[in-house]
């Protein structure tokens, strides 16, 4: 969560930005896809008014040694595309997001996060990846998908998730977009099962035009796969799809789907240790800057406040919010306008939970109290969807000098009190605590005589399945043998 809290029309970028795909040119691709071949002038445009947004909804666009690495392995694969001949034709964006994810719009514009870099093992994954995604453009799955995209705006996987399973497909659906509309966690369109299999084919393509080894699509694939089932693990759920394969679905399936189309044979450069100097100490999970979340505790030492979700409840840290997901409800954490008053800061996010035409959401009254030293104002409302009533809160906290923030969160009927706990651990920090959040590392090691998987994955900075955390960021098993000189992944302070 950023220190300011801004409200982005991403859909609206979005549709604007894929729109142009219909102006291009097209030439036969892999199983009859049409491909572009060119980038017009008009997609160029639109992809530079798009991408400012883009790049900051994803905490944004990371600089130094890292980025440039990562922006020559993009251009080199996008080239492959055949969209242009100029390296200075595309923008390649390493993004500073927390978030397993990559996209590309029409334009030339390339996109992987930080997080997602760092679960890859070798540079061939990073370009399979990214070239899947250029895929998508070439393609022009965008601008076939755009009728969805325009019908069902684009939003964040929880938003998706809360105003499906909880608020149904009524009206007041709306308001699980407006808590829930974390651009970071889902961004890129759906596309078909066709459609990937396509995007996959054309970037196994680029991989062999570039010289690497082809099958590191299918080894990529399979790594999301297994850090997704972890990710549900460790939070006790039982979703199977990862972050940024949320969008490319069937992972299982497309590991076997690419290892076929690459030929289990094949050979290729792959650049393991190349690419493991190039994005060592990239910073893993939070930034500080944007708030760390450990385990249940959210700590921001910019904001100088911290929080702690209820138990069975788990966090998610966004570029504009924080969302808390449990079984018996939904939460965000968030920031808006302050002009002193609580009773108005209140009443303007209610109104902001639903959009224009909408019934409005009004709590029947509004209490006062304290919470550790801060005036706090909240109130409850109810609301009747396709899913039955539901309680919407909103819990307001005045941190004086003009700065406010709130919590909105959605129960059933009666059951908005599953937040109390989090409601009452608002707190402010000290200079010393906050100057005590470090950010996490990605650390390169070469393996020493003696060392384990279970001894070097001591070394990580968590107290939760370190093992299981070491083993998926490095695509071993726990079988694994280690050789003297090998080189392995950390995460740590």
């Known amino acids: 969560m950023k220190t300011?809290?801004?409200?982005?029309?991403?859909?609206?970028?979005?549709?604007?930005?894929?729109?142009?795909?219909?102006?291009?040119?097209?030439?036969?691709?892999?199983?009859?896809?049409q491909?572009?071949?060119?980038?017009?002038?008009?997609?160029?445009?639109?992809?530079?008014?798009?991408?400012?947004?883009?790049?900051?909804?994803?905490?944004?666009?990371?600089?130094?040694?890292?980025?440039?690495?990562?922006?020559?392995?993009?251009?080199?694969?996008?080239?492959?595309?055949?969209?242009?001949?100029?390296?200075?034709?595309?923008t390649v964006t390493l993004l500073n997001s927390p978030v397993n994810n990559a996209f590309a719009i029409p334009g030339g514009y390339i996109y992987v996060t930080r997080q997602l870099t760092a679960l890859m093992n070798n540079e061939a994954e990073l370009a399979g990846v990214l070239g899947h995604e250029v895929g998508h453009v070439a393609a022009r799955h965008s601008n076939k998908r755009q009728k969805a995209a325009q019908?069902?705006?684009?939003?964040?996987?929880?938003?998706?998730?809360?105003?499906?399973?909880?608020?149904?497909?009524?009206?007041?659906?709306?308001?699980?977009?407006?808590?829930?509309?974390?651009?970071?966690?889902?961004?890129?369109?759906?596309?078909s099962r066709t459609q990937e299999l396509e995007a996959d084919k054309l970037g196994i393509t680029y991989l062999r035009r570039a010289g690497y080894d082809p099958r590191a699509m299918s080894t990529v694939l399979e790594s999301l796969a297994r850090q997704n089932a972890l990710e549900s693990q460790l939070r006790?759920?039982?979703?199977?799809?990862?972050?940024?394969?949320?969008?490319?679905?069937?992972?299982?399936?497309?590991?076997?789907?690419?290892?076929?189309?690459?030929?289990?044979?094949a050979t290729g450069t792959t650049n393991r240790d190349k690419f493991l100097a190039g994005i060592d100490g990239l910073t893993y999970d939070d930034d500080p800057r944007q708030g760390i979340v450990d385990g249940r505790k959210f700590t921001h030492p910019e904001l100088r406040l911290a929080f702690d979700a209820p138990?069975?409840?788990?966090?998610?840290?966004?570029?504009?919010?924080?969302?808390?997901?449990?079984?018996?409800?939904?939460?965000?954490?968030?920031?808006?306008?302050?002009?002193?008053?609580?009773d108005t800061y209140v009443a303007n996010v209610f109104a902001?939970?639903?959009?224009?035409?909408?019934?409005?959401?009004?709590?029947?009254?509004?209490?006062?109290?304290?919470?550790?030293?801060?005036?706090?104002?909240?109130?409850?409302?109810?609301?009747?969807?396709?899913?039955?009533?539901?309680?919407?809160?909103?819990?307001?906290?005045?941190?004086?000098?003009?700065?406010?923030?709130?919590?909105?969160?959605?129960?059933?009927?009666?059951?908005?009190?599953?937040?109390?706990?989090?409601?009452?651990?608002?707190?402010?920090?000290?200079?010393?605590?906050?100057?005590?959040?470090?950010?996490?590392?990605?650390?390169v090691v070469s393996v020493k005589a003696g060392d384990t998987v279970r001894s070097l994955s001591s070394r990580m900075a968590y107290t939760d399945a370190p093992l299981d955390r070491f083993l998926v960021l490095n695509g071993l098993q726990q079988d694994a043998r280690l050789t003297p000189g090998q080189k392995v992944k950390l995460v740590t302070y």
Do not use: C
């Not at 006790?236 to 044979?265: F, I, K, M, Y």
């Open 311 to 342: 138990e069975g409840f788990y966090l998610v840290n966004g570029a504009k919010s924080v969302s808390i997901t449990g079984q018996s409800g939904k939460a965000e954490f968030s920031s808006a306008s302050f002009n002193g008053n609580l």
């Open 352 to 443: 902001g939970l639903t959009g224009s035409g909408q019934p409005g959401v009004r709590p029947e009254s509004l209490e006062s109290t304290t919470v550790n030293g801060l005036p706090a104002r909240y109130g409850v409302a109810t609301a009747q969807t396709n899913s039955g009533t539901m309680d919407v809160a909103v819990f307001a906290y005045d941190f004086g000098n003009g700065k406010a923030y709130h919590f909105v969160t959605i129960t059933q009927a009666g059951g908005a009190g599953a937040f109390n706990t989090m409601f009452r651990s608002m707190r402010r920090i000290t200079a010393a605590q906050a100057g005590s959040v470090k950010p996490r590392r990605l650390s």
């Open 236 to 265: 006790g759920s039982t979703s199977q799809t990862p972050e940024w394969a949320s969008t490319h679905p069937d992972p299982a399936s497309r590991v076997r789907d690419a290892l076929v189309q690459a030929g289990a044979n």
């Open 151 to 191: 019908r069902n705006s684009i939003l964040g996987a929880l938003g998706s998730v809360l105003s499906g399973a909880i608020l149904g497909d009524s009206g007041f659906g709306r308001i699980g977009q407006q808590i829930f509309s974390q651009g970071s966690q889902l961004l890129t369109l759906r596309f």
């Open 35 to 90: 491909a572009v071949d060119s980038i017009s002038a008009s997609d160029k445009a639109q992809g530079a008014k798009a991408n400012p947004e883009l790049t900051a909804e994803f905490g944004g666009r990371l600089t130094g040694p890292q980025a440039t690495y990562v922006e020559s392995v993009g251009k080199t694969i996008a080239l492959q595309s055949g969209l242009s001949n100029a390296r200075s034709d595309f």
């Open 4 to 33: 300011t809290r801004r409200k982005l029309a991403l859909g609206s970028a979005l549709a604007m930005s894929t729109a142009g795909l219909a102006g291009f040119a097209g030439v036969a691709g892999p199983a009859g896809a």
